[in-house]
């Protein structure tokens, strides 16, 4: 069991690292598609959205204040969700688009608040409170 667990976290956590990073590498197309959805300072909100996935991805993945990264994965799919995925807002191809992407990420959210009820994770950098170093 502490193998899945420890595949499930890679898997979700990575997920993130590789969508933080795909932030910051194409800023100025995500900045265009951000303006186009009416996002307030949309490169600032792309390098902070970009942030908070990364980190909150990588705490996941390591294992490491693994609740923090989930916090910071859920502060990243609120907003977006709703704002970038407004699918009743759009018509033809892009409806059916946002529509998955709005779906994929309420999934995704559902994990995230999940991630919050375990104490600690098999496998992890950071070792449940209580336990001895040895």
Not at 39 to 47: G, K, T, W
Request: net charge positive; hydrophobic share 60%.
């Amino acid at each position: 069991m502490k193998w899945l667990t420890f595949i499930g976290r890679v898997i979700y956590g990575g997920f993130f690292v590789y969508n933080g990073l795909n932030h910051l590498i194409n800023l100025k197309m995500l900045t265009g598609y951000a303006a186009m959805k009416g996002v307030p300072a949309p490169q600032l909100a792309v390098i902070v959205s970009g942030l908070l996935i990364l980190i909150g991805g990588a705490l996941v993945l390591l294992g490491w204040k693994v609740r923090l990264g989930a916090w910071l994965i859920i502060l990243f799919l609120i907003p977006v969700t709703f704002k970038m995925h407004a699918f009743w807002a759009e018509t033809g191809d892009l409806r059916m688009i946002d529509m998955v992407s709005f779906a994929k990420n309420l999934a995704l959210l559902g994990a995230a608040l999940m991630i919050l009820l375990p104490e600690s994770w098999p496998l992890a950098l950071e070792k449940p409170a209580g336990s001895s170093s040895s």
